[in-house]
């Protein structure tokens, strides 16, 4: 059996969203800035109405607020970099929390490299950044806040709206990485009160290589890339068309199905993390609870085992999962998310990700509710720590 848990890492891509793109390869195939003929006018009126469909999804007033990206990495760079640049007259400082992706915390240390001043807001124990930190954190060289709409590992669903009325009090930028939140809670970017935002296709069944950064009008912003005029002048290369389609197609399906997606994917995380819990014990939930957490997310760590260990036995048994954010797969450490909620060393170590996704069925999770206690099990028997633990030595 194959089961597929790692839907926050990337989702397959629907095949509406492939139909959708395959016409942009053949047919309406022209550059969008050749505009002296009709194959060339063509693509350009073709992308100005992804780019109306785009805007419509995301709840902007206008479509000429939708600029189109490589990825949610590169949009994230984009916000932070171009915002510290452009204002850099105004102030120097940026507040972001400990718990961001690392598009974020990376892009941050680079500004430090060139003169700007971070703060890393701390979490509650749920990852929850609290407004009044925010607040309290803001100076008179504050230019920039940046805070993710929803943690990418633990799940947690941030007070967005009331973090952009303090910004908008204070009259600084607000930036929110909405990566994981598109197909799994509302978004809109007016409703929220948002001035930019960013997202990835591939994360709401979109084809991968590309993504969006919502920008208002009004706020200033250094160009991304120079060259030619694309992007209104901002994002210089010729646009990759028949991935923006994909981007609107998965996002119009996303925000069409919203409300029985949310329902769908609810029960089936539900029904996971209850399965957990009364089947393994040592375990802890990380992130928050009920509607305060995606829909789709369950992330618990597993005291005296490793989590690279559970996920390779995961795997032999047909399972994909992950320990964290993908970008991060790479690293021995463990995840800064899960330090920054006051886990220990030892205990953020044996985490194990689990996020269910379109095509998850109840069998799914029935399955892996089966295979994964003899995992943590076995994994435990082979372990001194809990050998203590059985003899009351050690808890």
């Avoid at 970017?189 to 009008?217: C, T, W």
């Avoid at 970008?327 to 269910?356: K, N, Q, T, W, Y």
Wanted: aromatic residues 6%; contains cysteine.
């Amino acid at each position: 059996m194959s089961v597929y848990m790692d839907n926050n890492a990337t989702t397959y891509m629907k095949k509406e969203v492939l139909d959708a793109m395959l016409p942009y390869y053949t047919d309406i195939f022209g550059n969008a800035s050749s505009k002296f003929y009709k194959t060339g006018r063509d693509a350009e009126q073709a992308l100005y109405k992804l780019r109306e469909s785009v805007a419509k999804n995301i709840g902007a007033a206008h479509a000429n607020e939708i600029y189109f990206t490589g990825s949610g990495c590169e949009a994230d760079n984009w916000a932070l970099k171009g915002i510290a640049f452009a204002n850099k007259g105004k102030g120097n400082h940026i507040i972001t929390s400990k718990i961001e992706h690392h598009a974020i915390l990376h892009t941050c240390e680079y500004l430090e490299k060139h003169g700007f001043e971070v703060t890393y807001l701390d979490v509650d124990e749920y990852g929850v950044v609290k407004p009044e930190t925010v607040e309290n954190a803001i100076t008179e060289n504050t230019i920039l806040i940046s805070i993710m709409t929803a943690n990418n590992e633990i799940g947690t669903i941030e007070p967005i709206r009331e973090i952009s009325e303090i910004a908008k009090k204070h009259k600084i930028i607000f930036h929110t990485d909405a990566v994981q939140a598109i197909g799994h809670m509302p978004i809109n970017v007016q409703e929220l009160g948002v001035d930019m935002l960013s997202l990835s296709a591939h994360k709401f069944h979109g084809p991968k290589g590309v993504g969006m950064l919502y920008i208002r009008n009004g706020v200033k912003i250094d160009n991304l890339i120079h060259g030619g005029g694309q992007e209104r002048g901002k994002r210089a290369a010729t646009e990759n068309l028949a991935g923006i389609a994909g981007l609107a197609k998965a996002l119009e399906i996303a925000t069409d199905n919203l409300d029985e997606n949310i329902a769908k994917l609810t029960k089936l995380r539900d029904r996971l993390i209850k399965g957990i819990q009364e089947s393994i014990p040592y375990c802890r939930l990380n992130g928050a609870l009920g509607d305060k957490r995606l829909c789709n997310n369950a992330n618990f760590s597993f005291k005296y085992v490793e989590g690279e260990s559970i996920l390779m036995m995961l795997d032999m048994k047909g399972v994909a999962a992950s320990s964290g954010s993908a970008c991060a797969s790479g690293s021995l450490d463990p995840s800064h998310v899960l330090l920054a909620i006051g886990l220990p060393h030892e205990i953020a170590h044996g985490s194990l990700r689990l996020s269910v996704g379109d095509d998850t069925t109840e069998e799914d999770v029935d399955y892996v509710l089966e295979v994964l206690p003899p995992i943590i099990k076995r994994l435990r028997d082979m372990s001194p720590l809990y050998e203590d633990v059985l003899k009351g030595d050690n808890k």
